[in-house]
């Protein structure tokens, strides 16, 4: 891992060839836009070397509206009849609520309060507040209130999902746009594992692959869900995922 002197928010940058001005128009008409090659080539390679052999993952899953984090060490302290007996709660509650299921590294509050120094994600979250990547995204999204992000890493497999929700519900929070940079390799139609946006009667609208080095961007509230991956599922499917906040 680099020494934090060895690194700078420097070391992320765009693709100099996006196309901000089509993607702000795209925007504009539907509420949301993908775009690709988003990242300049040894950025995105390097993003996506970290999320694959660097990060601390921990098991994110919800109890009602509270977030839970186990790490790497806890989880395998419970035992496998244990992991078991909290998967079957899970996917009960599942069956009738928002759930959700994945591994997960929270970006700002291990940020915020020094842990892994020297991480690769410390200086992508840098990079997605510093005063040039908001710039581009009030460009691309037209909301020039924009100003700050939260973030976190997401790694899904098998059996993991994100059930149906709109991002609304937290006020405090001031969500204007949720985005997701894709660092997925390979991937596959029949694995699941899918931004899928819905109708207002559940319908899917759109399904969006989750490709290498793309960028989705859409308002809140918009109803979407990750489709559950499927057991056969032989790639890990990373992203950067958070929103894009006003206050």
């Known amino acids: 891992m680099d020494s934090p002197d060895s690194i700078t928010v420097e070391a992320i940058q765009f693709n100099p060839t996006l196309d901000v001005e089509a993607a702000?128009?795209?925007?504009?008409?539907?509420?949301r836009v993908r775009l690709a090659d988003v990242l300049e080539a040894e950025s995105a390679a390097r993003?996506?070397?970290?999320?694959?052999?660097?990060?601390?993952?921990?098991?994110?899953?919800?109890?009602?509206?509270?977030?839970?984090?186990?790490?790497?060490?806890?989880?395998?302290?419970?035992?496998?009849?244990?992991?078991?007996?909290?998967?079957?709660k899970v996917l009960s509650r599942?069956?009738?609520?928002?759930?959700?299921l994945f591994r997960s590294y929270p970006m700002v509050s291990t940020?915020?309060?020094?842990?892994?120094?020297?991480l690769f994600?410390?200086?992508?979250?840098?990079?997605?507040n510093d005063?040039?990547?908001?710039?581009?995204?009030?460009?691309?999204?037209?909301?020039?209130?924009?100003?700050?992000?939260n973030a976190q890493a997401t790694l899904y497999r098998p059996g993991h999902f994100l059930n149906q929700h709109d991002d609304s519900g937290y006020p405090e929070q001031h969500r204007r746009v949720a985005y997701v940079l894709n660092m997925t390799r390979g991937w596959r139609a029949e694995w699941g594992g899918q931004l899928q946006f819905l109708s207002a009667d559940g319908e899917v609208e759109e399904v969006w692959m989750p490709r290498f080095n793309s960028l989705a961007l859409f308002r809140v509230p918009t109803p979407h869900i990750v489709s559950y991956v499927a057991?056969?599922?032989?790639?890990?499917?990373?992203?950067i995922t958070g929103w894009l906040c006003d206050a």
Not at 24 to 31: K, Q
Not at 121 to 128: C, D, K
């Open 231 to 239: 057991p056969f599922a032989t790639q890990p499917r990373y992203a």
């Open 94 to 100: 599942a069956q009738h609520q928002f759930q959700y």
């Open 24 to 31: 702000a128009r795209v925007f504009a008409r539907n509420g």
């Open 131 to 149: 005063s040039r990547t908001l710039a581009v995204m009030r460009r691309i999204t037209g909301i020039d209130a924009l100003l700050k992000a």
């Open 111 to 118: 940020y915020v309060q020094g842990e892994d120094p020297g």
């Open 47 to 88: 993003l996506r070397g970290s999320l694959s052999a660097e990060v601390p993952w921990r098991l994110a899953y919800n109890e009602g509206e509270k977030s839970i984090f186990v790490g790497g060490a806890d989880l395998d302290n419970l035992g496998e009849r244990a992991q078991r007996e909290l998967l079957q």
């Open 121 to 128: 994600l410390h200086y992508v979250f840098e990079w997605l």
